[in-house]
Structure formats: C-alpha cells, structure tokens
C-alpha cells in the first residue's frame, strides 16, 4: 500500500471545516457538565436526603455504561418521550422540529456531568475544612464561602484531571458521528470517499486531534503555573 502525503495535507485542510463543530461539541457539553458535576457533588458532599442517592446512582449508571449509549438513548428516547408528552397535552410541538446537535449535547454533557461529579467531589473533599470554618467565622454563608473559598482551591487541586475530561470529551466528539452530526471523524469518512484514501484521511484526522490536544495541554499547563504563582503569593 502506497501512502499519498499529498492528499494528507488535502485532507487535513479539508477537514478544518469541521472543527468549529467539534470544539462546540467539546465546549458545550464540558461546561454543563461542569454545572451537572458541582450539583451532583454538592448534594453528595452534603448528604441531601434522597437526593444524595439519586446523585450517586446517576454517577454510578453513567460510568459503568458506553458513552456511545448514552448518545443512543437521548437519541432514540428523548424524541419518544417529546413525542408523547405533546400527544398526550396536545401540541403540535414535534420531536423532528429539534436539531440533531442538541440531542448530542444533551448526551455528551449527561457524560460529561457524571465524571465531572467525581473529579469535583475529590477537589472539594481535598480542601481542608478549617477554610470552610475560617469563612463561617468571618460570616459567610455557605454558598459565598463555596463560591469565593472552596471552588477556586478545589479548581486548582482538580486542574488535572479537568484536563484530562476535557482530552476525553475532545475525543469522545467523535461518536457524533453515528447520529450524522459533521464533526472532525465524520468529515474524514466524507472527504475518504471521493477516492477511498481512507488511511490518509484518517492520518489527517489524527494529527488535527492530536494537535488540539496539545494546545489543551498547553494552557493548562501555563494556566498550573500561574495559579501557582497565585497560591505562593507572587504576581501572575
């Protein structure tokens, strides 16, 4: 098999195309992820009756199944339950009337809220309780001392593994795929087609990831460095 370096480079402008929709993908479901994981920790963190056991059954059933079912269930069931609910009250509101992409959201950021849940949990958990008390004592109340004293330290503790959801959620984009939404993956199978270079095409495709990739890495590195200029008193 011969490899054309030339349809590479084809291939990899090509699919340029389609990464404003990956990033929006990656961008959208890890910030409401980020939103789903801070409840679901708070509620975990603080014991809320019921609530707690329904935080940790959501955490534990998304973790112990496929993301790509996930996509499969909001994309099958949700219509379905839409479908129903405007049958039974009457509207003429129809699942077809929604785009594709917010049925992606919805799934990849339900995905994304479970890991993020445990990755807050942990950065919460890992500050010590005496800032809380000190916050308490100086009258803050709970959501100003979380807010102004909790959520920055647990951001910096956390600032890992944060990275690591956002690489995996950037990869994960790709099973928008399978529900025909155009991102990076699906726009190389595309531009594969119309001479079925698919290895080339492929190639292009990894070296797109894996250049955002290390952009990723990139500012959050520098991003570690100046929280760490920050915590030891200095000036960013």
């Known amino acids: 098999m011969k490899i054309d370096p030339v349809f590479i480079w084809t291939a990899f402008v090509k699919l340029l195309s389609a990464l404003p929709m990956t990033l929006f993908i990656t961008a959208i479901s890890v910030g409401a992820g980020l939103v789903i ?5 708070l509620l975990r963190i603080y014991k809320v009756p019921v609530l707690q056991h329904l935080a940790a059954f959501y955490v534990t059933f998304i973790r112990g199944t496929p993301m790509l079912m996930h996509l499969f269930l909001v994309y099958f069931g949700l219509p379905a339950l839409i479908d129903a609910v405007s049958g039974a ?7 077809s009337s929604v785009p ?57 503790v956390s600032l ?7 690489i995996g959620m950037l990869h994960g984009s790709t099973l ?5 939404a155009v991102e990076i993956f699906a726009e190389a199978n595309i531009v594969a087609t119309t001479n079925w270079k698919y290895f080339e095409s492929f190639i292009a495709a990894a070296l797109l990831y894996w250049g955002i990739t ?13 929280i760490n200029v920050y915590n030891r008193g200095g000036v960013a």
Do not use: H
Not at 160 to 166: A, E, I, M, Q, R
Not at 214 to 226: M, P
């Open 37 to 41: 994981g801070s409840i679901i920790a």
């Open 89 to 95: 009250f009457g509207w003429t509101f129809k699942s």
């Open 100 to 156: 594709i992409l917010v049925f992606v959201l919805i799934a990849f950021s339900i995905t994304a809220g479970a890991y993020l849940a445990e990755v807050i949990r942990s950065g919460i958990l890992a500050i010590d309780k005496g800032q809380l008390e000190a916050a308490y004592a100086i009258g803050m109340k709970t959501p100003q001392a979380l807010w102004r004293i909790v959520f920055p330290q647990a951001f910096a």
């Open 160 to 166: 890992p593994n944060l990275s690591n959801s956002l």
């Open 176 to 180: 928008a795929f399978t529900v025909t």
């Open 214 to 226: 290390l952009l990723i890495e990139k500012a959050v590195a520098v991003l570690e460095k100046r």
